[in-house]
């Protein structure tokens, strides 16, 4: 059984950094073809994919957040983060990491995300 558990801080100011990590157990994220999504729901609003990074170390980045965002893994610890640079309350979300296989839509497995409020 894979499971996916995201960690970071939950609180965050204005113009900082987010960092996110997800643990994963069960399987591994360098395991062919699978891709280690981030996802977040902000209040009122639909989920916003936010990208990706494959199994082969690839990133994959949605257009909209791109200039903000990286990707990072560490493999001896099967673990993936996400960095946001530049934060404003409207980053206030439920952040989830979920993969994907073969596509970067369609999810088989969620972490329970976590939410992120920022505020000074």
């Known amino acids: 059984q894979v499971q996916l558990q995201e960690s970071g801080p939950g609180l965050v100011k204005p113009s900082q950094t987010l960092s996110l990590t997800c643990t994963v157990s069960?399987?591994?994220?360098?395991?062919?073809?699978?891709?280690w999504n981030w996802i977040r729901q902000t209040r009122g609003k639909g989920l916003e994919w936010m990208g990706a990074k494959s199994y082969e170390g690839t990133n994959y980045y949605s257009p909209s957040l791109k200039s903000r965002t990286s990707f990072s893994r560490d493999t001896s610890k099967n673990q993936f983060s996400l960095q946001l640079t530049s934060v404003t309350p409207e980053g206030t979300a439920v952040y989830y990491c979920?993969?994907?296989?073969?596509?970067?839509?369609?999810?088989?497995?969620w972490g329970q995300g976590t939410q992120v409020t920022v505020s000074s």
């Open positions: 069960g399987g591994s994220i360098t395991t062919s073809y699978y891709y």
């Open positions: 979920a993969r994907g296989y073969r596509s970067l839509r369609g999810y088989d497995y």
